[in-house]
């Protein structure tokens, strides 16, 4: 059967990073890597397919909605039945993602006759898990169905975030591996034994009134823009994709440009529920 490695973890945890990592590591194996991506626009998609060829992408919400579900579980099976020799599957789960289903998932569908889950990775930065951990709960459920959990961007957050975050991840998950790092560097066993937890969880609701997501176009003065996520970071969790000219990543962690020259405007946003329409008139303001 062929093995299955889910990757887990918010928006701005390392999630990307530790893909092109595992890339490299992994160049003399053929892995097919399987993107989702809450947002309609596929970038994550497009950052590891220029490392890999073997990219699947499902942009536009959670693999584990009822709206995505079908589409993941027909991937799946076309991995079976259209690609030789593959030594297993990276997948990506959004960074919204309650991936509590997906033991009864593979069962549901016959799908674990073909795939078996071997290890489940949790990426976080203490920074957004302390903050956001009591009002979105999607965020517990991915450490809880860990087998490891990767503590990332340990040089950007004090000590005692870093201690209070293995102490929290501990108590949700006795049995996980905890490593420290940095840039998600780090090699891991990425098809060891998953030691099944009877995990049980629901299909998301396509609509998750905790989150909106949208695509904008337009061109922004990069400066501008980040101040304006700055000032209302309390209300925006992501913005992603890119300006004119340069490569726009916002998070919890921060805000990331860097020089992408040709780059046209297109950029993902996933901010709190309720707030997309008076985020979009306030960016009025900042568009060029």
């Known amino acids: 059967m062929l093995p299955i490695c889910l990757v887990t973890g918010f928006l701005g945890t390392g999630k990307t990073t530790l893909l092109k990592n595992i890339v490299a590591q992994n160049r003399d194996r053929k892995i097919v890597y399987l993107i989702n991506e809450f947002s309609a626009h596929d970038i994550d998609g497009a950052i590891v397919s220029a490392e890999n060829p073997d990219v699947v992408s499902i942009p536009g919400g959670s693999i584990f909605c009822h709206c995505l579900v079908t589409e993941f579980i027909g991937q799946l099976k076309k991995i079976t039945e259209e690609r030789s020799g593959v030594d297993g599957v990276v ?16 069962v549901e569908t016959r799908l674990d006759q073909h795939f078996r889950l071997a290890t489940v990775i949790s990426v976080l930065d203490p920074n957004s898990f302390l903050k956001l951990r009591r009002t979105l709960p999607n965020i517990l459920a991915q450490v809880e169905t860990a087998d490891v959990v990767l503590i990332n961007k340990t040089d950007c957050n004090p000590p005692e975030k870093i201690e209070e975050t293995l102490k929290t991840v501990h108590e949700l998950n006795p049995v996980a591996g905890c490593i420290p790092t940095v840039l998600c560097d780090v090699e891991l066993d990425l098809f060891a034994e998953h030691v099944p937890r009877g995990l049980q969880g629901e299909y998301a609701r396509c609509r998750d009134p905790n989150y909106e997501t949208f695509v904008t176009e337009q061109p922004f003065d990069g400066g501008k823009l980040e101040a304006f996520v700055q000032k209302h970071a309390d209300d925006i969790y992501r913005v992603k994709g890119t300006l004119t000219d340069e490569f726009f990543d916002c998070s919890t962690a921060g805000v990331i440009r860097t020089s992408q020259p040709g780059a046209t405007p297109a950029l993902a946003w996933i901010v709190k529920g309720g707030l997309q329409e008076s985020i979009c008139k306030a960016l009025e303001t900042v568009a060029l």
């Open 91 to 106: 997948i990506e789960a959004s960074g919204m993602a309650n991936p509590k289903v997906i033991e009864q998932m593979l």
